[in-house]
């Protein structure tokens, strides 16, 4: 960006560029179409992103973001206390609540196994959902992980380290395609995977 542009609207654009999916040109093009459109874009923006990092807090249950602690799930009295659905983050569990399938609880894990990015267990919300899981309620644990080799990677640890007795591990069917993430698969593919989940 020129320099005549200002260091203000550099620092949107390099900060929008960060954002998933959008490179220099697409930031440059969303910093325009919000200056363009200030009153009706960019003021109600920024005013929403300050009240949103100022009241999202992460529940203290199964990680989601929300508003409240517990968050809006895991106060549910009408959700199945004994069924959770492990999930990478909050993309996908918003998918899985888009499909309407699944009435149990949640965990987010935070990411996923990976060596080479040097992310062991420790650095994952795996020691929680054993907790979760020991304490006895849960009956039923769904590993609705990226069918990736991270993702399987992780859910083949979280299986081994909640497996018993008394809890059942499954995981979403292979309707779930290989190398695709919850977050982009349409509501029918996720209600067919949740009905077809087999033992992990």
Sequence with gaps: ?????????????????KLPGLGPRSARRAALALLKRREQLLVPLAASLAETA?????????????TRDPCAVCSDGA????????????????????SGAFRGKYHL?????S???GVGP????????????KGGAVREVVLALPATVDGQTTA???AERIAGPDVQVTSLARGVPVGGELDWL?????????????PA
């Design 109 to 113: 894990l935070g990411g996923l196994l």
């Design 122 to 133: 420790e650095h994952l919300r795996i020691a929680e959902l054993v907790g979760r899981v």
């Design 79 to 98: 959700r199945d206390n004994g069924l959770i659905c492990v999930v990478e983050e909050a993309g996908a569990l918003w998918a899985m609540e888009r």
């Design 1 to 17: 960006m020129a320099a005549s542009a200002g260091p203000e609207i550099e620092r949107l654009i390099s900060l929008l560029a």
């Design 156 to 158: 083949h640890y979280v």
């Design 54 to 66: 100022d009241k999202v807090v992460s529940c203290s249950v199964c990680g989601a973001p929300d």
């Design 115 to 117: 060596a080479l990015d």
């Design 186 to 198: 349409d509501d029918g593919t996720i209600v067919q995977a949740l009905r077809a989940r087999r």
